[in-house]
């Protein structure tokens, strides 16, 4: 596209000038003086994105160089100051913060008219001021951020600005509590007007709409809310692409609940305990696994994911392990991030027809340790390790079962609690039960079974005692009392 001109010579003195009167153009202008840079309208580009190029507007920083032909003392570099001046030889002050290098042009060319008749004034940006941009909301490090502009060249003749995506993975990425279909972008407009761009990330990332990667200017705030509901299949999504914080990156989660060991844990580029790195994502069945696995009366149905969002509120996110298991449902096995509490809660009722496959589960414990002491054994104590799913008369048939002298129609279970109390009950024994909390409950790590000794076998104890030299009529009644004692 080529320039309507007028050119218009004047000797001033020993001076001659040089008059363009020209429509802006993005080819250089047909006035230039030899020898100097041509001008173009510097465009915000951004290689691969469809969206309109914008002219570039100056700012704070920006380096520029003027030339005024026929005038070589009054050419050279300035930067554009703070208060968005310049300063220029023989000229107060020139405002040019946020106008494009045209719009610069004519206003230095409209101060040197007073000093030169119809002056030929050539801008041209020499260096770009760096972009500075604001991130909010739902990032894993918001704050404020510094893009260098590339130098200008190529088929473009612009700079390349950074887009919103590169904005985010300069965040180190989004949090999983992030709204991708609502993220507000406030930009500053020339004359000082705000204005607020919506912009739906989720349509870039499922189709590929570029509109969406918006091009960034200098001086814009991005602000990411917080997700209203959170989606299980978003986050899966969300967290195997590349707005997300790198999942090597260390993370530090809490489980509480029936799990082996409570606490808080380390996923992913981390050690607890262990020297222990897996590759993944960091999920709630890792995080299991890394506490012991859960306890046999874990309810994995109604696991719960609790998370603060950046604003301070919690979201509670509920997460069905068992679903997982049964349909294949891996987004149940939720992503966690940083500072997420897992709570993993008591069953009502252990179906005895699930145990089997709950315990043959990666996240489930596998063995754990009981004790038999009593008339079992020959020294009246075994230590065994037995599978998570193992019952109490399965307990009892792996020391070899009762002894003579054992008590068989009733053992008693001793159970120590979480919170440090100690439960004793007493439970008939029936080897044909099937696994039941009354009759043949499920054991837990440390639980201990006091099997007794036999009625006979106390009552001839106690005989051989009083058999002791003692009045003969005296023990003879009190052997009589025992033998009543028997018979009860």
């Known amino acids: 596209m080529k320039s309507l001109c007028q050119v218009i010579t004047v000797t001033v003195g020993s001076l001659t000038l040089l008059s363009v009167i020209a429509q802006t153009s993005m080819v250089p202008s047909l006035a230039q003086p030899p020898g100097t840079a041509p001008v173009f309208s510097i465009l915000a580009l951004d290689a691969g994105n469809e969206q309109r190029p914008s002219p570039y507007r100056l700012g704070s920083g920006d380096r520029l160089r003027i030339d005024i032909f026929d005038a070589p003392d009054y050419s050279g570099e300035t930067t554009v100051l703070l208060d968005g001046t310049v300063n220029l030889l023989l000229i107060s002050p020139t405002l040019v913060e946020g106008l494009t290098l045209e719009e610069a042009t004519a206003a230095i060319s409209a101060k040197y008219a007073s000093v030169f008749r119809r002056p030929v004034v050539n801008l041209s940006l020499v260096a770009p001021r760096p972009v500075q941009i604001s991130i909010l909301g739902e990032v894993t490090s918001p704050g404020n951020y510094t893009f260098e502009l590339l130098e200008p060249g190529g088929a473009a003749l ?88 790198n999942p090597e990156e260390s993370r530090q989660v809490m489980v509480v609940g029936e799990v082996t060991t409570p606490g808080v844990y380390v996923l992913l580029g981390g050690v607890t305990g262990v020297d222990l790195r897996v590759g993944g994502l960091p999920t709630v069945t890792r995080l299991l696994q890394q506490a012991g696995g859960i306890k046999i009366q874990a309810d994995i149905r109604k696991i719960q994911v609790r998370r603060m969002t950046i604003s301070g509120a919690e979201q509670i996110i509920p997460v069905n392990l068992w679903q997982m298991l049964q349909a294949g449902d891996f987004t149940q096995d939720m992503v966690l991030q940083d500072g997420d509490v897992v709570f993993v809660p008591t069953a009502s009722d252990v179906n005895p027809s699930e145990v089997a496959e709950l315990t043959s589960a990666v996240f489930s414990r596998q063995t754990i340790e009981v004790y038999v002491v009593g008339e079992v054994g020959r020294f009246g104590y075994e230590k065994i390790e037995v599978n998570t799913n193992t019952s109490l008369n399965q307990a009892l048939l792996a020391v070899g079962g009762f002894t003579p002298s054992s008590r068989k129609d009733q053992v008693e279970l001793l159970r120590l609690n979480d919170d440090g109390t100690v439960t004793q009950r007493r439970i008939p024994i029936d080897f044909s039960q099937r696994i039941n909390e009354q009759t043949n409950p499920l054991l837990q790590d440390n639980d201990i079974i006091v099997v007794d000794q036999s009625k006979l076998n106390e009552a001839l104890r106690n005989i051989n005692t009083l058999l002791s030299p003692v009045p003969a009529l005296n023990s003879l009644f009190r052997i009589f009392e025992f033998l009543n004692f028997l018979d009860e």
């Open 158 to 245: 612009g700079f390349k600005y950074p887009t919103l995506v590169e904005a985010i993975e300069e965040a180190q990425g989004l949090r999983l509590s992030a709204n991708l279909e609502n993220i507000q972008v406030r930009r500053v407009e020339n004359l000082g007007n705000d204005r607020v761009i919506t912009v739906n990330l989720w349509d870039f990332l499922e189709r590929g709409n570029k509109t969406q990667n918006l091009i960034l200017r200098d001086g814009d705030t991005i602000y990411v809310p917080t997700v209203p509901s959170v989606s299980l299949n978003q986050v899966r999504q969300l967290a195997s692409s590349p707005f997300i914080q």
